[in-house]
Nanobody
Framework: QVQLVESGGGSVQAGGSLTLTCDILGYTYTIGWFRQAPGKEREGVAAITPHTGNTYYADSVKGRFTISQVPANSTVYLQMNTLHPEDTAIYYC??????????????????WGQGTQVTVSS
């Protein structure tokens, strides 16, 4: 079994930064961050396969968000800079025990955290 616990959400003004943390218990191969705003579909934000070092980003966050994992550490981070009001959402960490065809597609993940709220005010 895999357990994921997100933290680090909060409220910031536009242009600010937040770092989300996903603490992972259990073996994982692909880890992704997703978000869902009220009335909108879930969106893949970023993903990483630590074994290969590959990272993946949605176009909407490229250049602003960075996903990383400290080597030999079961924690994945999402550094979010230059936040926009449209980044407001509940952010979820997800994990899978194998490589997936599309790391930004939520239905490819089995394990999910409970989510953390990010609110960006203008």
């Amino acid at each position: 079994q895999v357990q994921l616990v997100e933290s680090g959400g909060g409220s910031v003004q536009a242009g600010g930064s937040l770092t989300l943390t996903c603490d992972i218990l259990g073996y994982t191969y692909t880890i992704g961050w997703f978000r869902q705003a009220p009335g909108k579909e879930r969106e893949g934000v970023a993903a990483i396969t630590p074994h290969t070092g590959n990272t993946y980003y949605a176009d909407s966050v490229k250049g602003r968000f960075t996903i990383s994992q400290v080597p030999a550490n079961s924690t994945v981070y999402l550094q979010m800079n230059t936040l926009h009001p449209e980044d407001t959402a509940i952010y979820y960490c997800a994990a899978e025990r194998k490589g997936v065809a599309n790391p930004l597609l939520g239905r490819q993940y089995t394990f999910w955290g409970q989510g953390t709220q990010v609110t960006v005010s203008s």
